[in-house]
């Protein structure tokens, strides 16, 4: 059994599942990436919009309104600095 | 004949470099395991912080209590004990020593203990505080009784190690990554000096000593090559 993600290896699993998806991603495509339920999905959602790390925009297709999500640049700098944390403390087994 | 200094004369300028060499690695690690506590909020990159701040104070200690005698011309000071009984000038030289020695193994222990409670798995990571709480003490109690004997903290020094590398073998065949594999050699060089030392502490002159050295160089060496991989990307 894998252990409990931690709300900070949650939020880093929401980033990354935008960036793979070129810093755009849908609310479904975030939802199945992310491995959480919609309610909490929702909740870190809101958290990560209030601190700058992602953003939702409003893109205009043929009949309706799509809503997605967007990487920031605060985001972006996030991730980098998470992945070298989570290298050297993982090379330590911590 | 005591000598109220770490290591043999011949070698002081080189250990003092080597100790100024590995507290800034030590340094360099405490700064991102707190970069890392600062991101995730998370209270044991606080301690892994705090395990590698103690070792570089630890280092501190030494280098400073080696210079301080090398400058004073007191290296090879004799019957440093008796004097103390004698209550000769040597006297306040002679409690330098046992300070810096006492700094210097009681922040070196804690930082093993520290590492050695962190290295290990998530779900044996909860030891009992009441079994911690005896190590300390057994911590403290070592670090008071090195200034006669160097060989107790060598010999408790050493069984720390053994069981940090020990783990941190587990986690590199788990993990089976670059930085981990270095982590694991880096602490193994770590623990071959150690026993090195037991070794050289009953001849001090010998060449096991120059070895010893080189096998810390090579140990910080690879911690700072798995800092420098890591950050340089």
């Known amino acids: 059994m894998t252990a409990r993600r931690s709300q900070i290896d949650i939020v880093f699993d929401i980033l990354m599942a935008v960036q793979a998806k070129g810093g755009k991603i849908k609310p479904t495509h975030l939802l199945y990436k992310s491995n959480l339920s919609h309610t909490r999905m929702k909740k870190y959602v809101e958290e990560l919009k209030q601190k700058g790390l992602i953003a939702e925009i409003s893109e205009r297709t043929r009949k309706t309104d799509r809503n997605f999500f967007t990487i920031s640049d605060a985001g972006l700098r996030f991730l980098n600095d998470y992945r070298k944390v989570k290298e050297l403390t993982d090379a330590f087994g911590l | ?233």
């Open chain 2, 1 to 233: 004949m005591p000598t109220l200094v770490f290591s043999p004369e011949w070698c002081h300028g080189f250990d003092t470099l080597l100790e100024s060499f590995s507290g800034i690695v030590a340094l360099l690690i405490a700064l991102a395991g707190y970069r890392a506590y600062k991101l995730a909020k998370d209270k044991k990159y606080f301690y892994f912080s705090a395990a590698f701040v103690f070792i570089t104070l630890s280092f501190i200690a030494r280098a400073f209590t080696t210079l301080y005698f090398v400058f004073r011309g007191l290296s090879d000071a004799p019957g440093a004990g008796i004097a103390q009984s004698l209550g000769h000038p040597i006297l306040g030289d002679f409690n330098i020593f046992v300070v810096g020695r006492f700094i210097y193994v009681l922040l070196t222990l804690f930082a093993y203990l520290i590492l050695l409670l962190l290295s290990m798995r998530p779900a044996d990571r909860k030891t009992d505080r009441r079994i911690i709480a005896l190590l300390s003490v057994f911590v403290v109690l070592f670090a008071a009784l090195s200034y006669a004997n160097s060989l107790a903290f060598y010999l408790v020094a050493l069984a720390f190690l053994i069981f940090i590398t020990a783990n941190f073998l587990n986690n590199c065949r788990s993990k089976r990554t670059t930085p981990s594999k270095l982590i694991f050699f880096a602490f193994a060089a770590m623990t071959f000096e150690c026993l090195l030392w037991l070794f050289a502490n009953y001849n001090p002159a010998s060449l096991l000593v120059v070895v010893a050295y080189l096998a810390r160089a090579v140990g910080y060496l690879l911690l700072l090559f798995t800092m420098l991989r890591v950050y340089r990307k």
